[in-house]
């Protein structure tokens, strides 16, 4: 599925996996924890996709194995195979689109994984996603995220690359994961699991360089019964979303079950 030819994708981890590996650390987020991404991984999907349950599972590893804010972004342009993914948003499409305009290739494709707002590879070759991931651009932007009475902090310190004037802050809450049984198309009778899954992504205000608070109130973490929320600090332009200088995650999954029973 796709434009552009898959490639080959090795069977096991190898020693590009290994050393990627052995650069991040191992963690499990909490309840009201929050991870340290090092790198961004946007996985663009589709359940009317045979090529991307191979993906979808891999990203799973991603998400599991170390400080890499793995996300799922399904996309609505195969629905017409014969199967409407249940999760996908046109916004996700469009995106991805922005994306390809954005580095000039225009090349949008299933399974697409954009490290960074950067680089794109095929989302199941794994050797390429390790080795876009190794060579992802630092983050120059700390999120620190908190979770309060009053909804979602985020504090963004740090500089602004050379140039650059401002970077837009982006919000979304996530469902941790979600398995799918998909009834028609390319992948009828498969149960598909999709990690961090990326409900509503909207920009929440701009950030010039110096400390600055961005926030998020609890009816809108309640309403989407947000299982986590994620920040994006990314840099734009009149072609669209760019490079990605700093993100970061919090599991708001048990506070928000509690607030929205008791509320």
Same mark, same amino acid.
């Given at each position: 599925?796709?434009?552009?030819?898959?490639?080959?994708?090795?069977?096991?981890?190898?020693?590009?996996?290994?050393?990627?590996?052995?650069?991040?650390?191992?963690?499990? =987020?909490?309840?009201?924890?929050?991870?340290?991404?090092?790198?961004?991984?946007?996985?663009?999907?589709?359940?009317?996709?045979?090529?991307? &349950?191979?993906?979808?599972?891999?990203?799973?590893?991603?998400?599991?194995?170390?400080?890499?804010?793995?996300?799922?972004?399904?996309?609505?342009?195969?629905?017409?195979?014969?199967?409407?993914?249940?999760?996908?948003?046109?916004?996700?499409?469009?995106?991805?689109?922005?994306?390809?305009?954005?580095?000039?290739?225009?090349?949008?494709?299933?399974?697409?994984?954009?490290?960074?707002?950067?680089?794109?590879?095929?989302?199941?070759?794994?050797?390429?996603?390790?080795?876009?991931?190794?060579?992802?651009?630092?983050?120059?932007?700390?999120?620190?995220?908190?979770? %309060?009475?009053?909804? =979602?902090?985020?504090?963004?310190?740090?500089?602004?690359?050379?140039?650059?004037?401002?970077?837009?802050?982006?919000?979304?809450?996530?469902?941790?994961?979600?398995?799918?049984?998909?009834?028609?198309?390319?992948?009828?009778?498969?149960?598909?699991?999709?990690? %961090?899954?990326?409900?509503?992504?909207? &920009? =929440?205000?701009?950030?010039?360089?110096?400390?600055?608070?961005?926030?998020?109130?609890?009816?809108?973490?309640?309403?989407?019964?947000?299982?986590?929320? =994620?920040?994006?600090?990314?840099?734009?332009?009149?072609?669209?979303?760019?490079?990605?200088?700093?993100?970061?995650?919090?599991?708001?999954?048990?506070? %928000?079950?509690?607030?929205?029973?008791?509320?």
């Amino acid at each position: 599925m796709g434009n552009i030819k898959m490639g080959s994708r090795s069977t096991r981890c190898g020693s590009l996996f290994a050393a990627v590996t052995c650069l991040i650390a191992m963690f499990s =987020i909490t309840e009201g924890a929050q991870a340290k991404p090092v790198a961004v991984a946007e996985l663009f999907t589709s359940q009317g996709c045979s090529s991307c &349950p191979p993906a979808d599972k891999l990203l799973g590893e991603i998400a599991d194995q170390g400080h890499v804010l793995a996300l799922s972004l399904p996309v609505d342009y195969w629905d017409y195979l014969g199967w409407k993914d249940t999760l996908a948003d046109p916004a996700n499409s469009a995106r991805q689109r922005a994306y390809a305009i954005h580095r000039g290739d225009r090349s949008v494709y299933t399974p697409q994984i954009v490290i960074n707002g950067l680089e794109h590879v095929v989302g199941s070759d794994r050797d390429a996603v390790f080795k876009a991931i190794k060579n992802a651009n630092k983050f120059t932007a700390n999120v620190a995220l908190v979770q %309060n009475d009053m909804g =979602i902090e985020a504090t963004v310190t740090g500089t602004l690359p050379a140039k650059a004037k401002m970077a837009t802050i982006y919000f979304a809450n996530i469902k941790n994961r979600q398995k799918i049984e998909v009834g028609r198309g390319e992948n009828a009778g498969r149960t598909i699991t999709y990690v %961090n899954v990326v409900k509503s992504l909207q &920009p =929440i205000g701009m950030w010039s360089g110096a400390a600055e608070t961005f926030r998020m109130p609890k009816s809108e973490l309640i309403r989407a019964g947000a299982e986590g929320c =994620i920040i994006l600090v990314q840099l734009e332009d009149s072609d669209g979303p760019g490079t990605i200088i700093g993100a970061g995650l919090i599991d708001t999954s048990q506070k %928000n079950k509690i607030s929205a029973n008791t509320n």
